[in-house]
């Protein structure tokens, strides 16, 4: 199978081509013109240069492609509260590629932050069917296209799947963009973390292997409509700051005044249906600050070699 992925040079973007790859598939990636590439040249057969909202890359991108998965978000405009920009370039363009895909089928990277007001009678358990009440543009954005998703779906029959996850982690293609290296910094200079509320965390290659198995769904499907939440545990961020401290071997200081469990969890029997149990949880959390340490110091030491 051949996959038009957008964002591939990204986090997420390059552990789904990663994923693809060992399944056998091949990838045509968007990267834009000052996009990192190294780490990728392995893993995308054709690249497209160009810009997510770049309409005239579409035919290109889509070409001799069996499914999009559209994957990229322009945070940018987003950071600069550019409410017309990010209209244009993060539900717009993808609406409209999304559009000129037909009749390929769509996997959707979405995001859990569609949720923000949710409902009592679901009694802090949110399904796949619970409401979209987002509570951010980015949130607002991703839910404006999952709608079109539904409609394009009823009106035309083509198949898709769209992505929830919540917190990634992982290793970043740029370590110091990962989760938790801050928190290790600290724990490491200062001895404390005083840093309140947490939040729910998700593995990127869990991530990953959810994309590649709804890849497979709606390839060999035309009915699927499917909604995937991504979220694996609950973490406050004392909690990772306790675990970077074990790991240091060091005692700090840190704030664990939050709730240890949060209000609200979301289901997993989507992605547990596709073949991911979401089920790292805590261990999973201490061992990719295990990894994280690990190149944080191999970094350092190549900053004084």
Known sequence: MHVALTGVSGFIGSTIAG????????VTGLVRTDSRRDHIEGLVDRFVVGDQADRSIFAPLLEDADCLVHNSVDWSVLKDKDLSAHLDRNVVAAIELIDAARPRPVVFMSSIAVHHDMRPRWDGVIDEDHPTRPGTWYGAGKA???????????????????????????LDPRPSRSIGYPIIQRIERERRFDKAGGGKFVHVDDVAAVAVAAINAVMRDDATALVCNLADCYARWGDLATMAAALLGVEADVDLSSPATSRNTFTKDVARQLGVPLDRGHAGLREHLRTLMATMDLAAARSSG
């Open 19 to 26: 994923h693809l790859k060992q399944a056998g598939h091949t």
């Open 144 to 170: 404006a296209v999952e709608m079109h998703l539904f409609a394009q779906h009823a009106t035309a029959g083509v198949p898709f799947a769209a992505l929830r996850p919540c917190a990634v982690y992982g």
